[in-house]
């Protein structure tokens, strides 16, 4: 497997273009599945996750072409996808392909909307919690679906379609929150569904889901209202940028120092964390090209985070947040309310130096001078990432191994970073 070789201590200086969302392209893929005519995605990334679930919908009977780039276009823009799914030849997801990530258990969703059926395996995914897929079952059975679990599948069935219901999540899902819109799209009547997920990923399928004919009411909110239609069509959609990857490279910078401007960023998306930067020394500014980062060679001022579902600040950013507070004038407190074991990034900071204590749910980051480069695993998609970015802060040299994960979430992170004057490479294995 391959590794990512870094030697640390340059500033970063430069330009960054943001890639369009993973965790937005996921769903919006699938939601092909939701009409026999094409669906044609602009700025998709070129990810591992995304050419994986091109297999799994290509196994439903899903074609798809990617278009050739354009002139001018360089090397780092986002590919655009046109995805049919006329005829849907398999409503089963098997456990081979859906082991790999957790995005393609939503295929269960449009398939039982539209084919009345599925059989779809348990999910993987980064190993990040016991991440159960209880909310979907109760929320598909609300919508009339008889459902249950055989070797290892969720194997879901209603035979006179789905009927609209109010489905009420016990806890914020994205994952939930993505499956129950797609699947209340076709499905009879009305669906409200309480409690559901605010993430800008959510607001982003919904405005697709609308492009194709649905109708949908109050994304962004903790309600939305879903009026079912009898079929949907084809439509085109750019994908939102990505903001995990914008606050992974923000944060970046705020520990290495420099003056970076985040090409395509929108600071609407991260709020929280770019306010969270901001009392970490950080300046931030947005601009119609995107956010700029500048930090100068002043420390970095300890900062108190809790992760929280959006607006709140986000999981996917707790990672790269406690290796920049590694490096903190002092101690900080992160508190991960949302997955239960995201903490597998500690021991590997460590490694580089890092003083950091879990207690519960809680980890304590007592600031330290000077980490020192050192070989280290990646564990899960972010974990990794924030590996990446203390190394770019190391003295010496860090060797992230194994870092499958991080292809899976990250676009051509090597190439961005060398861009902006990180010496980083790629060992191939
Ligand atoms: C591909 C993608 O978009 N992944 C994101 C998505 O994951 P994902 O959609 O899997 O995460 P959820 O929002 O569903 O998980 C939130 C919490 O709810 C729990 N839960 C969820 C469903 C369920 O049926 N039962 C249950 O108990 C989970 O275990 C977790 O503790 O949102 C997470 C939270 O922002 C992000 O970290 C992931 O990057
Ligand atoms: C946890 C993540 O991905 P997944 O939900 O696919 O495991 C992530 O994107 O950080």
Redesign the pocket.
């Known amino acids: 497997m391959d590794s990512i070789r870094v030697v640390g201590g340059a500033e970063l200086n430069g330009v960054i273009p943001i890639s369009g969302a993973?965790?937005a392209a996921?769903p919006l893929m699938i939601a092909s599945l939701l009409t026999d005519e094409t669906l044609t995605l602009s700025n998709v990334p070129r990810l591992r996750d995304v050419a994986q679930l091109m297999q799994i919908l290509s196994n439903h009977g899903v074609d798809y072409s990617v278009n050739g780039k354009r002139n001018g276009q360089d090397g780092l823009a986002g590919q655009t996808l046109n995805l049919t799914a006329r005829e849907i030849v398999d409503t089963t997801a098997p456990y081979e392909l859906v082991s790999k990530m957790?995005?393609s258990f939503w295929v269960v969703g449009p398939l039982v909307a539209r084919m009345h059926e599925a059989r779809v395996s348990l999910p993987g995914?980064c190993a990040i919690?016991?991440?159960?897929?209880?909310?979907?079952i109760d929320g598909l059975a609300a919508l009339g679906a008889d459902i249950e679990i055989e070797a290892g599948y969720v194997v879901v069935r209603a035979p006179g379609g789905l009927k609209g219901a109010r489905v009420e999540f016990p806890?914020?899902?994205?994952?939930?929150t993505h499956t129950i819109m797609m699947a209340a799209t076709l499905a009879s009547g009305e669906t409200e569904i309480v409690n559901a997920?605010r993430?800008p990923?959510v607001v982003d399928l919904a405005k697709c889901l609308k492009a194709m004919g649905a109708r949908i009411e109050g994304e962004g909110t903790s309600t939305i209202r879903i009026q079912g239609v009898p079929r949907l069509h084809g439509a085109h959609h750019a994908v939102v940028a990505d903001r995990i990857e914008t606050g992974t490279y923000a944060m970046a910078v705020a520990m290495t120092g420099g003056d970076v401007m985040l090409q395509g960023a929108r600071a609407d998306l991260l709020e929280s964390a770019l306010e969270t930067l901001r009392q970490t020394g950080a300046e931030i500014t947005a601009t119609a090209d995107g956010v700029k980062v500048y930090r100068n060679g002043n420390g970095i001022q300890p900062v108190d985070v809790t992760t929280e579902?959006f607006p709140g600040f986000?999981?996917?950013l707790q990672a790269q947040f406690m290796a920049l507070m590694t490096k903190a004038g002092g101690s900080s407190r992160i508190t991960e309310t949302?997955?239960?074991n995201r903490f597998m990034h500690v021991q590997e900071l460590a490694r580089l130096g890092a003083q950091i204590h879990i207690d519960g749910r809680t980890a304590t980051v007592d600031g330290v001078g000077t980490l020192r480069g050192a070989p280290v695993m990646a564990t899960d998609l972010r974990a990794s990432v924030s590996l990446v970015i203390a190394g770019l802060a190391a003295e010496g040299e860090t060797m992230v191994n194994r870092v499958y994960h991080l292809d899976r979430g990250f676009e051509r992170l090597e190439e961005k970073l060398t861009r902006c004057g990180a010496q980083i490479e790629r060992i191939s294995n």
């Not at 919690?129 to 979907?136: A, E, K, L, N, S």
């Not at 806890?171 to 939930?176: D, I, K």
């Open positions: 993973k965790n996921l957790r995005a995914g919690g016991t991440r159960p897929v209880d909310f979907f806890r914020v899902s994205v994952g939930a997920a993430e990923e579902p986000p999981t996917d949302i997955f239960e």
